[in-house]
């Protein structure tokens, strides 16, 4: 064993585990050397969860960038020679029709995502798995690609370190924990360990359950918590005796039961002989908060392992035994079966990235083992070349608000997403019910009064639309669909189109207090965002207009999509509630690293934003504000910003809006937002609720959404977002900018397109939510462009004006063109679209008040 090294280029906490072995492994394989490994237990772990996962990997999700992860797992583990590709079924039982429908909207991700899973018959089910009561299932899913890494991803982690060592890249320590870290003026320089100080440029933290401590250690936390996992085995199973196999049948979700089950293959095999059945806690999940884990040596069996009550698994295992009695007909190993610990996070993705308080300090936790090498992959190019070939906006630790790293609110959304780790039948609308009111704007006791249909964003309580308002409905009921199906209509309010309508034909005013904004200031505050922004923000001739513009990364990919506000002396960035901490992060690093003097200031809480919309819009706003004449269109162009007064107070008016350019956005101090809450609505206007705006109003405007239409994978000209002009002054990716302008056409565009059927075979109108593939209708495979980006739906909502269902989805070029009819997939059925626009076309535009048809 090679001396305790006294400095290293990285040092990575908890290499033990497959998410540490894989970091390693990949900054290696980057050109990454000098690098340092620390484990507090064994190399490869004997207490992380690795230790005692059970390893098995499917390809589905509805997420776009999990199915990469897991999809690059996959590939990695089998060139490793350490994976068993036997397919894996996720069953619906008789009478569970909400599971089958689950079942069908996993398929059609699948096919957006590039995974191979099916739809497949009871009859197949029992071929497939003769354990299964056939008669029980009604249908389900098959994975072919589904598996097992074998003999344990422990191996794996093993192997790789093993291999980083013998390279010369890597110096690996076992039973060393760290017990503090070394910041010095904001950027990490060491860590120190009980063997000794090691000073390094970078530190990863890959400790898993133990992953807050470390980040205690930096005065900041990770919004995650370990929660129990019962794992029992029944045995002896003797089926594949004599075949070496570590596992014989596909793997077995029934998720409907919460549940999972797998053979452990030959009994001569290191787990062997047995039947595993692992339970996922729905309705008490017992978490524990990693600074109450037991060292080694104080725990019975492991500090990430906790005794087994049977209690807590009998009826759900009875509901089990129905289905595969083979479970009942073994015997049961209490030996063998213990709770084991895994990480559930706050939204139910991982913390990746760097620490939002210390430069070179990088987190990489709440990743399952079917994630481990494709994040360990994302991790390595991101540390090396500031962006992944996939965008990464939903796993960046910078997402994270400061509310949301507060002990209370990570304890109660974690309890709330281990409730759902294994019932994923969660609807893409689906709002969290703990962790709220954590933010209210000063109109909120008033939106209360109206009826207000709640849901939250970065905190905020928005409504999407008001009880107050469903007297509309008398006036616009025959435009206003009923939304027969019950996963249409969940989390949707009718009346929020019988308000769109309201606000079309008349006006409406919207509380947008979810805004995020930061204030820029500093000797170099213009230079810095003349580097960032897409738009030219520089210039006396620009003070006093708002921006709308992109940051690019330096690919040229879209970033971030917001506004920025000239003023004489700051630069005031007003951004979307989600994408706000991760811009607000990255313009400090990104002031650090080029030097300049500039200070980044969050002003969220302090003003709030009130949008007035719809063709009198100027006539309402005219009969409160002190100089109405002000407000004409020859004193007040589009995009302008003027002070105005309303109710006594200062507001600043910006003429731009998100559902068309007839209106403004009012901004003010927090605490002078009543007052003009109840002057404008003095006017008799209506509130109109935030579903008009980030939905169904900009969908038929075909406006953008970033981390949704708008991704690091397209470029602004696909997003059909590109000035004319490419500016002067250097900026964040114009290389890349200039080049994918001079192309003769794009690989592909973002397009509007409207379903032109959508009854399914029900007779029932269906009014899709979340994304669905978009397919060729001769071949019904799903569209790929020449880069291999899959074409899905990125957005889609219904718009009353047009009275469609209207989508967006990124089609390649060959297939960009208006008339083109295609399909999408919704629930296991096929609907026919047609493209209505290529790139940024509107269905309705409110300045020529009628729909294109």
Request: with cysteine; glycine share 10%.
């Amino acid at each position: 064993m090679a001396g305790f090294p006294e400095k290293a280029k990285v040092v990575i906490v908890g290499l033990g585990g497959i998410v540490g072995a894989s970091v390693a492994h990949h900054l290696i394989e980057r050109g990454w050397d000098d690098i340092v490994g620390i484990d507090k237990s064994g190399i490869p772990t004997d207490i992380g969860s690795t230790a005692h996962a059970s390893d098995f990997c499917y390809m589905t999700s509805h997420d776009n960038l999990s199915c990469w992860t897991s999809l690059y797992s996959l590939e990695f583990f089998e060139k490793m020679g350490h994976y068993a590709r036997v397919g894996g079924l996720e069953v619906a039982r008789v009478g569970d029709d909400a599971r089958m429908d689950e079942i069908k909207r996993k398929v059609a991700s699948a096919k957006a995502f590039g995974t191979r899973a099916r739809l497949i018959e009871p009859a197949e089910i029992k071929e497939k798995f003769p354990l299964i009561e056939e008669h029980m299932v009604q249908g389900g899913m098959w994975d072919p690609d589904a598996g097992l890494v074998i003999p344990r991803s422990q191996t794996v982690a093993g192997k790789l370190v093993d291999q980083g060592v013998a390279a010369g890249k890597l110096l690996a320590f076992a039973n060393t924990s760290a017990k503090s870290l070394i910041i010095e003026n904001g950027r990490i320089t060491g860590v120190v360990t009980e063997r000794g100080t090691i000073h390094a440029d970078y530190v990863v933290v890959c400790a898993g359950l133990w992953g807050r401590l470390i980040a205690e250690m930096a005065g900041e936390d990770l919004p995650v918590m370990p929660v129990d996992h019962p794992l029992t085995f029944f045995g002896p199973y003797e089926e594949f005796a004599g075949t070496g196999k570590e596992i014989g049948w596909p793997l077995l979700r029934d998720q409907g039961n919460s549940a999972y089950m797998r053979d452990t293959g030959d009994p001569k095999t290191a787990e062997g002989g047995q039947i595993e059945w692992g339970y996922y806690e729905e309705t008490n999940p017992r978490l524990v908060h990693p600074r109450d884990l037991l060292e080694k040596d104080q725990a019975r069996l492991s500090p990430s392992q906790r005794d087994l009550d049977m209690e807590q698994i009998l009826e759900p295992l009875e509901r089990a035994i129905e289905l595969t009695p083979i479970l009942g007909e073994l015997g049961y190993n209490e030996g063998h079966s213990f709770n084991g610990l895994l990480q559930v996070t706050i939204d139910g993705g991982p913390s990746i990235g760097e620490s939002q308080k210390v430069r070179g300090l990088w987190y990489a936790v709440g990743i399952w083992v079917k994630d481990g090498p494709g994040m360990g992959k994302l991790l390595a190019d991101w540390m090396t070349d500031g962006r992944t070939a996939i965008d990464h906006s939903r796993i960046d630790y910078s997402r994270y608000y400061p509310y949301q790293t507060e002990e209370q609110h990570i304890w109660e959304r974690c309890t709330e997403t281990a409730m759902k780790i294994y019932n994923p039948a969660v609807h893409p609308r689906e709002p969290f019910s703990k962790g709220r009111n954590v933010r209210r704007s000063p109109f909120y006791e008033r939106e209360k009064e109206l009826g207000g249909y709640f849901m939250e964003l970065g905190g905020w309580e928005r409504a999407h639309g008001y009880a107050a308002n469903e007297h509309l409905l008398e006036k616009y009921g025959n435009r206003v669909p009923v939304r027969e199906n019950e996963w249409d209509n969940r989390h949707f309010w009718r009346v929020s189109n019988a308000e769109h309508l309201a606000l079309s034909e008349d006006c409406g005013i919207i509380n947008l207090s979810h805004f995020a904004m930061y204030d820029v200031e500093g000797p170099d505050h213009v230079e810095l965002m003349e580097w960032l922004c897409a738009a030219k923000v520089g210039g006396d001739n620009m003070i006093g207009k708002g921006i709308y513009t992109h940051f690019l990364d330096d690919e040229g990919m879209v970033r971030a999509d917001l506004t920025v506000i000239r003023m004489a002396d700051r630069c005031r960035v007003i951004d979307g509630a989600d994408a706000g901490p991760r811009d607000f992060n990255y313009m400090k690093r990104v002031a650090q690293d080029r030097g300049l003097d500039v200070t980044v200031t969050d002003v969220t809480e302090k003003y709030v934003t009130i949008g007035i919309w719809g063709p009198n819009a100027r006539a309402t706003l005219q009969k409160v504000v002190e100089a109405p004449e002000g407000l004409a269109p020859e004193n007040f162009p589009f995009a302008a910003i003027k002070p105005i007064r309303i109710g006594g107070k200062d507001v600043t008016a910006f003429r731009i809006s998100y559902v068309g350019e007839q209106g403004w956005e009012l901004h003010m101090r927090y605490e002078d937002g009543l007052a003009v809450w109840d002057a404008l609505r003095s006017t008799g206007v209506i509130a109109v609720g935030v579903e008009t705006y980030a939905n169904s109003r900009r969908m038929e405007k075909s406006l953008r959404l970033q981390n949704a239409d708008l991704l690091t994978e397209y470029n602004l000209f696909e997003a059909d977002l590109a000035r004319p002009k490419v500016k002067e002054a250097d900026f964040r990716g114009k290389a890349k900018h200039v080049e994918y302008k001079a192309r003769e056409r794009q690989p592909a565009m973002l397009c509007t397109l409207v379903m032109t059927e959508h009854v399914d075979a029900k007779g029932v109108a269906r009014y899709p939510v979340g994304i669905m593939p978009v397919m060729d209708p001769e071949t019904g495979e799903t569209l790929v462009d020449e880069l291999g980006r899959r074409s899905y739906t990125t957005s889609v909502a219904y718009g009353p004006t047009v009275g469609k269902n209207i989508a967006l989805a990124y089609l390649p070029k060959d297939y960009a063109q208006e008339g083109r009819k295609l399909t999408v997939e919704y629930f296991g059925e096929t609907y026919p679209v047609e493209v209505a626009g290529v790139g940024y076309k509107p269905l309705y535009d409110p300045e020529n008040l009628k729909p294109r048809t």
